[in-house]
């Protein structure tokens, strides 16, 4: 499997951006790599209430990961954040998933 489309063990946020790119903003190669990854590696568990924020979970290591839009006031919620949680932190943020 290609790397980009894994999480490494010692990784535990992914942070993207935009960026212009010839007059034009577009996602960096981290928004890129969250997709992928959301799209096609990890397992979605499932999202908060709101709908916007979601909880993933790493099939090799276990790990759970949550995704968030942190920047609100931008379309779209702006780039994406993947966070690495605790289980603990996993079951208190979600705990509708846990039952």
């Known amino acids: 499997m290609d790397k980009s489309k ?6 535990s946020e992914l942070f993207g951006s935009w960026i212009e790119v010839g007059g034009r903003v577009v996602a960096d190669s981290i ?18 209430v709101s709908g916007w924020i ?3 979970q790493d099939p090799e290591d ?3 990961w949550q995704r968030t839009f942190p920047h609100g006031d931008w379309q779209g919620g702006g780039p994406p954040l993947l966070t690495v949680l605790t289980e ?3 079951r208190e943020r979600y705990p509708h998933l846990f039952r």
């Open 54 to 56: 979601t909880l993933f």
């Open 6 to 11: 894994k999480i490494e063990p010692f990784e």
């Open 88 to 90: 603990e932190e996993a």
């Open 31 to 48: 928004c890129d790599r969250i997709e992928l990854l959301v799209a096609g590696y990890l397992v979605r568990i499932g999202t908060d």
């Open 62 to 64: 276990g790990r759970y």
